[in-house]
């Protein structure tokens, strides 16, 4: 598949802090942008497998797993993924990076 360039408006600050993100975890800004689309709109479709374990292995959304577990939402999920002996997918790295982040922002502040 050929790459495109494309045009985003960010902010500044947005842009400044990316771009150091990246330096300082040895990427780009282009690939976490990349990584994050991918992750979002990734909507593959496992014919013949199992559901949970395909989410659990993370080829699945968890919209589509819910829809192609049968299951009513995301609880019920990780209910079956329990009785099946599976975990959730890991989210991506900066995603958990970020969430620590803003742990330790929350924790300061209190």
Partial sequence: MANRNTTLNLPESLIAKTKAY?????TSMTAIIREHLE???DEVEVPESDPLQAYAAGLLSRRVAI???????????LVALGDAGLTPPW???HEIE?????????WNAA
């Fill in 67 to 77: 829809r192609d577990a049968g299951v009513r939402d995301y609880a019920e999920l």
């Fill in 39 to 41: 992750a979002v709109t």
């Fill in 22 to 26: 990246a330096a300082a975890h040895g």
């Fill in 91 to 93: 989210p991506p790295e």
């Fill in 98 to 106: 970020n969430q620590a982040a803003m742990f330790v922002r929350i």
